[in-house]
């Protein structure tokens, strides 16, 4: 089991700037990736953005790249998204889960940030 806990959310007019951080616990040391993925109202989840634990090597969606930034502490099981120049499209609950290497892609999930942009 993995679980993962989101933080960093809030309001924020257009152009501004919020970073998320993701704490991870649990089977840490098995999983493969880690991603951020977001739901706006209405809409499906869609991917954002991932990072290879060993590799650190990062995914953007094409709709952020430029803007936002992926990281992560791999001593302190974190993954962090720096969000800059963000847009009222970028609303949304924003979820980090974890990948574990199998076909069965992000298996763990947390429980979602909202992240309000306003214009």
């Known amino acids: 089991q993995v679980h993962l806990v989101e933080s960093g959310g809030g309001l924020v007019q257009a152009g501004g700037s919020l970073r998320l951080s993701c704490a991870a616990s649990?089977?840490?040391?098995?999983?493969?990736?880690m991603g951020w993925f977001r739901q706006a109202p209405g809409k499906e989840r869609e991917f954002v953005a991932s990072?290879?634990?060993?590799?650190?090597?990062?995914y953007y969606a094409d709709s952020v790249k430029g803007r936002f930034t992926i990281s992560s502490d791999n001593a302190k099981n974190a993954v962090y998204l720096q969000m800059n120049s963000l847009k009222p499209g970028d609303t949304g609950v924003y979820y980090c889960?974890?990948?574990?290497?199998?076909?069965?892609?992000?298996?763990?999930w947390g429980q979602g940030t909202q992240v309000t942009v306003s214009s």
């Open positions: 889960a974890a990948h574990m290497g199998s076909a069965s892609g992000y298996e763990y």
């Open positions: 649990g089977r840490t040391f098995s999983s493969y990736a």
């Open positions: 990072i290879i634990w060993t590799t650190r090597n990062t």
